[in-house]
């Protein structure tokens, strides 16, 4: 394959010489299990980059999610709000416990969710004497909600919040990072995420209760016994000590990857920016998104295509895109789920690609997909794909 087809994708892991040092230090010490010393010091030095009290290294996001709301008291019949822009973890987490998702839309200026939408079901269930038991509120592709107003609703009626932190790893509001805006907040190494462990997770609170906890009932919620003693439920949730050595030597390298992911925004910006039908996902003026993934929107009528022929032309080059998150009210499995709001959800799934935004892109790379995206617009549309009969 030459160098010109070589094919880009969305994210991919990012290595370099760091992490393979630190992983033969994780192998030639034995510990190769769910505890050891590169999990204590990963847990560490995430709370010293992110200025927060407590962490608990778990075997992926969705684990923080679930571990997350068991803590704050989510059972069979509860309700728990959630945006509805997002990764199905988010909301399978809800399910896993027996309680509903309640979904609540995004606004238009951030893409999370609305604190306006919020107030207006709060109020609502306020009304009905049913409130939510905790309220996720996620930090898409990179960016934080807008946490004052929706802190503020959540306080006036005594519901916690779990932040789903997932993609947004070094993103601030007001100066503050991600993650720390909840109850507690929750990350994800998954291999696509700005830091990766290949799989992997952090639950992170000033509250030390909530994370010791979380240690207990993340290592099968072993009693305090010579012999194997269970008083509670528990779940196999721990992260391995090799993957954590794979998370520092990721984590020492963070504020750069940030950088990296910023400037190939920026040339995206700077490249498509003017071009009639393409919008980038906004920035809001509170604070930084660490731009896990650039996001346009393609609007038909201005760009001459639709998103998927868009992303089928990109395909044809050998360049990954994917259409951003499909809402959790459009999904099947959640059909039935109450929602507030859901146009601006609908609308921008419709319209929106996740372009490739690895941090080890070229220039060249970039400019790949923006001729690729160019071209679009002046070629003919590839129409209906010819039927291939297949022989019976
Ligand atoms: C918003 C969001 N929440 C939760 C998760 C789940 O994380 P994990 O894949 O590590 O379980 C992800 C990503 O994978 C995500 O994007």
Request: aromatic residues 8%.
């Amino acid at each position: 394959m030459t160098q010109a087809n070589r094919r880009i994708y969305l994210s991919p892991p990012h290595l370099d010489g760091r992490e393979r040092e630190l992983l033969l230090q994780a192998y030639d010490s034995n510990w190769i299990t769910t505890l050891g010393p590169q999990v204590d010091a990963f847990e560490q030095e995430m709370c010293r980059k992110l200025g927060v009290g407590h962490a608990a290294a778990l075997a992926s996001g969705t684990a923080g999610l679930h571990l997350g709301l068991l803590m704050l008291g989510v059972g069979q019949g509860d309700e728990v709000f959630c945006s509805d822009l997002t990764f199905a973890a988010s909301a399978n987490a809800i399910a896993y416990l027996g309680a509903a998702p309640v979904l609540i839309d995004s606004d238009r200026a951030t893409w999370n969710m609305d604190p306006a939408l919020l107030a207006e079901e709060l109020d609502a269930c306020d009304k009905k004497g049913k409130l939510p038991r905790a309220v996720i509120v996620v930090d898409l592709y990179g960016q934080c909600a807008d946490y004052e107003p929706i802190m503020e609703l959540c306080g006036k009626y005594d519901i916690p919040v779990l932040e789903d932190a997932a993609e947004a790893l070094g993103a601030t509001y007001h100066g503050t990072f991600a993650g720390k805006f909840g109850a507690m907040g929750l990350f994800s190494f998954n291999g696509n995420k700005i830091i990766t462990t290949s799989g992997g997770g952090m639950l992170v609170s000033d509250r030390e209760e909530y994370i010791r906890r979380a240690r207990f009932l993340s290592t099968q919620a072993r009693d305090a016994s010579p012999h194997y003693q269970h008083s509670q439920i528990g779940y196999n949730y721990r992260l391995s000590n090799l993957l954590a050595a794979l998370g520092r030597g990721q984590l020492e390298r963070l504020d750069e990857k940030v950088e990296m992911k910023r400037a190939i925004n920026g040339f995206y910006r700077k490249a498509l920016g003017e071009t009639p039908g393409i919008d980038f996902m906004p920035e809001a003026s509170y604070g930084k998104s660490n731009r896990w993934l650039t996001v346009i929107l393609i609007t038909p009528e201005e760009f001459g295509r639709d998103r998927e022929s868009v992303r089928l032309a990109l395909e044809a080059e050998n360049i990954e895109s994917r259409p951003i998150w499909k809402p959790m009210h459009l999904q099947p499995v959640f059909e039935g789920c109450r929602i507030r709001g859901g146009d601006v959800s609908g609308d921008l799934f419709r319209r929106g690609l996740c372009l490739p935004s690895g941090t080890q892109m070229t220039e060249g790379d970039v400019d790949r997909v923006v001729e690729a995206i160019r071209s679009c617009r002046t070629q003919p549309s590839p129409g209906p794909r010819p039927q291939h009969r297949v022989p019976i």
